[in-house]
């Protein structure tokens, strides 16, 4: 392939899966440039937000239930009875009552969001060592004080792996949300395959599941970042 | 198989010739050249700090860790030429926490390796009964799964699973590390009751010299890279240790531990104490006292066993023997250790009455006795050095 | 419980597992058995006819099975010797190159995977779906086996080999029964992946519940989309009770 020795920006990624199509995927995604960029920006808003969302709810629920056994074994039953069911049938359920667009999107991927940190939220909050939130008891602070300075601090790195698998997660869901016109990369995956046996179409569903595994691979990183500054360096392990 | 093998010496003669490990990248060998005759039917406890190669020697001899160089003959066969999942089939091997495979019932732990030499089912459910019995646990531990049981229990079916097809060896990596220090002594006691009975050779990896002097027919004291700086039997050990590194091993209270190793019928008991029975008179008691120029006397009941000591000044307030004295607290017996006696002198205050196998009396043991005793011992082994030195090699 | 670094439907508690292994069957059976009496009970038309009926429902559960049973297969086959191989000594150093692949692979929208093998292949149908679905689903089973493998306590292994116990020997009756517990837990959280993904197969022309759900959509038959969806729900519910029970039964009895 004397076209792609010249291309040193070529990921390993799109060599071994592309195949045939390299030649002409480069020249696809810089002509639709100005297309790609803004859906991936709406796939990551997207994501990001219903994440941000899944996260406050999920942590509240975790910190609600977890000192009850029985709370806890229910949150825990029923989000993870959530995920078990294929988001393509969440979706397609979500349609007939919320319509296109936005609203079922975001209804689904903040539902898919939640298990993960809630359990790990509950795990992480139960995995605090008693003698710690005694001795914090012992010195005087109150029950709230111990949970926001004590507690979620040093459940955080558990909440954190939650939110990261949860983003994960959201990242693909986001794409067959696009089946009910939600926005993002998924736009360009149906449209291929809509328009199957034409010209750019395996280009487009290239560029749209490409376009999502390099979002996830970045946004992996940027946790990664994160967990390196907002854990105690004394609980880092 | 023959019948009524019991005092028979079942254990075959290990020979460990110029035996070297060297890894790779590693400037010194793990075990330097190391020679040892082990004989057959003999509990042998290499005993040395940790890190200083005691567990990889003995990995070598069921070549666990195949040696670099030198030579491991056992019962006479080469052991570096026999396959190795086949020679260890023949050899047993206890490490510490037991190693039991927690998916395995306890039955089948211990039908592993006759079920691997291919025995039959019958044969081998008999022998699983065998060994539970063997090893002092009933028959309905068979079912049980190992997290079911105690650290003990745990070590009692790994014991039955090392012997479980006889091999004439048995390997064991610190077998009783894990387990609390009561449990622990229990353990030492029954292998060496199970020892007595089947005389293995026994290769018995330890840290702790006090388990290595009770359990060894002879200690190897390992220094760095496997180096024998002595090989002896416990007493002669504990009597003079090679060197320094050795004696700081032996540790304090060396004559203390050598008592450990010695039993009152060992030794010469006095018999010049005056005893008396309860239906003595004190007159009696008088008359004998002043014949034989003492000023106390053991009362002894019908049967001749000690009850009170019995001061010439009590007499004179006495009306009958029946109550006059003061008890005898601790007696000790023939079986006893030297140590047990030597607590009991200290209790008794001075003299303790030893006693038989039926608690009739038989002598008395000072802390003369014991002292001369130990005495004696050194003098035995002080010139061991130049004699065991061209000896051992 | 373990805190979750990535995707299960395992809820990791015992007590919650306790109680889906009772509610979630229920929850089914209830949930589908409303629905379908639900949808019978309306006033048809000929589309929606065409769609509900006991024939064409049992053709599509059917499809959507056949295509996870197939994926399933496939994962098992793939993963598991694959996870072996890479825990031998010899090819220890391939592991993490695997990994780290399969990773990238399930950062892949499962719909975009679906959609580019059709369209490079050209195949239509059962196979079309079933390979890029194995392939998408075979993380969790290959990263459990290895896992499971590794954690395997190293002395029991020597024990093993110490008393005599040949390397495959070693492999069949200590490693694998010992990682059984974590390799259930993967092929229950693939078993969820492949049934979930399997709805897409309709897309690729695989049949299955999702045919309903987008004929729903399409022909704007809500009733139709309903259906499906429902009935695509109670599936994957009832495969991840199933895997439930088998995380539960099939584990070796003197493990926890």
Redesign the interface.
Known sequence: MPDSSGRTHGSAVAVTIAGVAIVSIWEFIGQRWNVLVPEALLHASAVLQCTLIAAVLGVLLGVLVYRSPAGSAIATALTSAILTIPSFALIGLLIPVLGLGVPPTVVALVLYGLLPIVRNTIVGLDGVDPAITDAARGIGMGRAVVLTRVELRLAWPAILAGIRVSTQLLMGIAAIAAYAKGPGLGTEIFSGLVRAGSANATNEALAGTLGVVVLALVVDGIYVIISRLTTSRGIRV | MSETTDQKISGVEIELAEVTKRYAGQKTPAVDGFSMTIPAGETIVFVGPSGCGKTTTMKMI?R?IEPTSGQITIGGESALKIDP??????IG?A???A???????VAQNIA??PG?LGWDKKKVRDRVVEMLDLVGLDEEFAGR???QLSGGQQQRVGVA??LAADPPVL?MDEPFGAVDPITRGNLQDELLRLQAELRKTIVFVTHDFDEAVKLGDRIAVLGNQSKILQYDTPEAILANPADDTVAGFVGAGASLKQLTLMRVRDVELKTDLVTVSTEDTPADVRQKLTNARKTYALVLDRRNRPLRWLHVRELASAGSLATVGRPVGDTVSVQSTLQDALEAILTEGGNAAVTGGRGEYVGTIDIRTVTDTIQQVREEHENDHENSAGGAG | MATDTAFSTSSGSKRTERIRLLVQPAVVVIGVAATLLWAFSRDLDDIEKNNINAESLLTDTWDHLKVSFVVIVLVVVIAVPLGVVLTRSWAKIAAPFFLAIATIGQAAPAIGVLVLFFLWSGWEGLWAAALPIALYSLLPVLRNTIVGLQQVDR??V?????????SP?VLF??EL??AVPLILAGLRTSLVLAVGTATLAAFVNGGGLGLLIDAGYKLNRITILVVGAVLAMGLALLVDWLGAVAERFLR?????
């Open positions: 069921n666990l999942d086949q020679l260890r089939r023949r091997y490490i510490q926490q190693g039991l495979f927690p998916h395995l019932t592993v390796v691997l799964f190992p997290r699973r090392a390997l | 002395t029991l020597e024990a093993a080999r110490g008393v005599g116990m040949s020997t009756r200590i029964p010992l070796p009895r003197g493990l926890r």
